[in-house]
């Protein structure tokens, strides 16, 4: 059974940095046509994929974030960490891992985590 | 970047009735291996976006076959042959020829 499960801080200030972290099950980080991605969704709005991690660990990223954004992995702990730098206010959002198998995007999602940034 | 739309935006529905939302992509979804990869997603109230179709037309598992997907190059259809009470949420296409973008949803409600 695949699962995927984010974890972090429901609260973070601006200015911060936000890390969450994706503890997969019932596959592989490192199997051959696996990947995991970060997504987000602002309260009432459309997602946004925000990053992706492929099997050989190369990374993809959002071209309007990627100067904020940093993954990786430790495939012996089946985690993704995502870290986002100086959080704002617009950050606000329920922030989602997904897997990538193959040509299945996102084929497996998680339950999301919803990261407030304020004050 | 691959910019994607989607028309409507909101869509009132009869049980039983057919559906039809509408995406576009900035540019053509069709790679030179011959695939077109153009996907959709349904968000229930409350719930994670979940899979429905794969390049362009493919069902995903347990998908019902009332859900279809139809289109190439740039425009895409995604229809419901007979609405019913459970496909209620918010429909997404998405690309990923390049990175992945997500068009800004379809509202679909009874």
């Known amino acids: 059974q695949v699962t995927l499960n984010e974890s972090g801080p429901v609260l973070v200030k601006p200015t911060e940095t936000l890390t969450l972290t994706c503890t997969v099950s019932?596959?592989?980080?490192?199997?051959?046509?696996?990947?995991v991605s970060w997504l987000r969704q602002p309260p009432g709005k459309a997602l946004e994929w925000l990053v992706h991690?492929?099997?050989?660990?190369?990374?993809a990223y959002s071209t309007s974030l990627k100067s904020r954004l940093t993954i990786s992995r430790d495939t012996s702990k089946s985690q993704v960490v995502l870290t986002m730098t100086n959080m704002d206010p617009v950050d606000t959002a329920t922030y989602y891992c997904a897997r990538v198998n193959s040509l299945l995007p996102f084929d497996y999602w998680g339950l999301g985590t919803l990261v407030t940034v304020s004050s | 970047d691959i910019v994607m739309t989607q028309t409507p935006l909101s869509l009132s529905v009869t049980l039983g009735q057919p559906a039809s939302i509408s995406c576009k992509s900035s540019?053509?979804?069709?790679?030179?291996?011959?695939?077109?990869?153009l996907y959709w997603y349904l968000q229930k109230p409350g719930q994670s976006p979940h899979l429905l179709i794969y390049e362009v037309s493919s069902r995903f598992s347990g998908v019902p076959d009332r859900f279809s997907g139809s289109g190439s190059g740039t425009d895409f259809t995604l229809k419901i042959s007979r609405v019913e009470a459970e496909d209620v949420g918010v429909y997404y296409c998405m690309q990923d020829k390049h990175l992945f973008s997500f068009g800004p949803g379809t509202k679909v409600d009874i």
């Open positions: 540019q053509s979804l069709l790679h030179s291996d011959g695939k077109t990869y």
């Open positions: 991690i492929f099997s050989n660990d190369e990374k």
């Open positions: 019932g596959f592989s980080l490192s199997s051959a046509r696996m990947g």
